[in-house]
Nanobody
Framework: QVQLTESGGGLVQPGDSLRLSCVSS????????MGWFRQAPGKERQFVAG????????YHSSTVTGRFTMSRDNKKTTVYLQMNNLRPEDTAVYYC?????????????????WGQGIQVTVSS
């Protein structure tokens, strides 16, 4: 059974940083593409970043490029999302996702596994 467990969320002020973690189990992690999505209240789920098992660098959406950085540790079967210079519009529930496909897709429908989500709130 595949499990993805996020941690590291919370309430921060604009300009602060947070690092989200997602620990996986039951996956062939080295052959899994990992991703981060987020969903704000009343909005559709949005792709944030992805890291294909085939690549050595991640892909970030244009809305977070330069502020967020995704990384993965295959030995720990864990992915991270370092979020810097957070803004109120980054407030959302953040989800970790996984797929066996090598190609990163921004559509959530093509991801096979999801974590339960973790709240990130940016507010002064």
């Amino acid at each position: 059974q595949v499990q993805l467990t996020e941690s590291g969320g919370g309430l921060v002020q604009p300009g602060d940083s947070l690092r989200l973690s997602c620990v996986s189990s039951g996956l062939n992690f080295n052959m899994s593409t990992m991703g981060w999505f987020r969903q704000a209240p009343g909005k559709e789920r949005q792709f944030v970043a992805g890291f294909s098992w085939r690549n050595t660098i991640p892909y970030h959406s244009s809305t977070v490029t330069g502020r967020f950085t995704m990384s993965r540790d295959n030995k720990k079967t864990t992915v991270y999302l370092q979020m810097n210079n957070l803004r109120p519009e980054d407030t959302a529930v953040y989800y970790c996702a996984a797929t066996e496909q090598a190609v990163i897709t921004v559509s959530g429908r093509q991801w096979d596994y999801w974590g339960q989500g973790i709240q990130v709130t940016v507010s002064s």
